[in-house]
C-alpha cells in the first residue's frame, strides 16, 4: 500500500515561478525521498533527507522534512520548462520504499 | 556504469503468451527492485532481492507472476499466460543498502502490452 500522498496531484505555473510540492506520510521513517520521472522514462533521484534532518538543498532544489506531521515538501525556484515532469516521494521504512502517487508538474513557457 | 538495464523495451503480446523481462542491476547494488507502473494504480512493488534472496513478495498480483534472480547481475521476471490487464510499463530498480539508505536507480522500464 502507498504511504506517501503527494500534493496538490497537479501544478501547472509559469516558467520561472517557484514549484512547491508536498508529502505525507504515516509511520515512522528512516528517511524520505524525492524522485522526478520524465514522460516514458524511469525515476531519477533527486535528493534525500534522513529523518533527523530538517531541510536540505541541492542546487534549485529545496527539501523540508517536519517528522512531528509526518510531511516533507520539495520546492524548485526559478523553474525551468525542463522541470516539467511527475515528481515522487519516498520513504523509507524498514529497507522498503514506499512511495506516494506522484505531483504532475507542468512549466508553461 | 551504463546503470540498470532492462529488456526488452517494448513488448506486445497476445493473451495467454508467456512474457519474460529481464533486468541487469547495476554491478555491487544489493537490492532489486521489480516495479508495476499504471495510470489507474500508480507504482506498485511487486516483489524485491537483498543479495539475490527474495524478500518480500507480497505485491505480486497473481500465481501468473514469478520473478528470479539467479546471481547478482540478472533478475527476470515472468508472466505465464499473460492477460490484458497486465499491460503496463514495468521497472526494475537497484539500491544500495546500509547507510546510503535506499537510493533507487531506475531501469528505462520495459511497456508490455498485452492484446
Known amino acids: 500500500s502507498q504511504q506517501g500522498e503527494e500534493d496538490p496531484q497537479a501544478l501547472s505555473i509559469q516558467e520561472g515561478e517557484n514549484a512547491t510540492m508536498n508529502c505525507s506520510y504515516k509511520t515512522s521513517i528512516n528517511n524520505l525521498q524525492w524522485y522526478r520521472q520524465n514522460s516514458g522514462r524511469g525515476l531519477v533521484h533527486l535528493i534525500l533527507i534522513r529523518s533527523n534532518e530538517r531541510e536540505k538543498h541541492s542546487g534549485r532544489l529545496r527539501v523540508t522534512l517536519d517528522t512531528s506531521k509526518k510531511s516533507s515538501s520539495l520546492l524548485i525556484t526559478a523553474s525551468r520548462a525542463a522541470d516539467t515532469a511527475s515528481y515522487f516521494c519516498?520513504?523509507?521504512?524498514?529497507?522498503?520504499?514506499?512511495w506516494g502517487a506522484g505531483t504532475k508538474l507542468i512549466i508553461k513557457p | 556504469d551504463a546503470g540498470v538495464i532492462q529488456s526488452p523495451r517494448h513488448e506486445v503480446t497476445e493473451m495467454g503468451q508467456e512474457v519474460t523481462l529481464r533486468c541487469k542491476p547495476i554491478?555491487?547494488?544489493?537490492?532489486l527492485f521489480w516495479y508495476r507502473q499504471t495510470m489507474m494504480r500508480g507504482l506498485e512493488l511487486l516483489i524485491y532481492?537483498?543479495?539475490?534472496?527474495?524478500?518480500?513478495d507480497s505485491g505480486m498480483p497473481e500465481d501468473r507472476f514469478s520473478a528470479k534472480m539467479p546471481n547478482a547481475s540478472f533478475s527476470t521476471l515472468k508472466i505465464q499466460p499473460s492477460e490484458p490487464r497486465d499491460s503496463a510499463v514495468y521497472f526494475c530498480a537497484s539500491s544500495v543498502g546500509g547507510t546510503r539508505g535506499l537510493e533507487a536507480f531506475f531501469g528505462q522500464g520495459t511497456r508490455l502490452t498485452v492484446v
Open positions: 554491478s555491487g547494488h544489493d537490492y
Open positions: 519516498a520513504t523509507v521504512v524498514n529497507y522498503q520504499l514506499i
Open positions: 532481492f537483498n543479495n539475490n534472496v527474495p524478500i518480500d
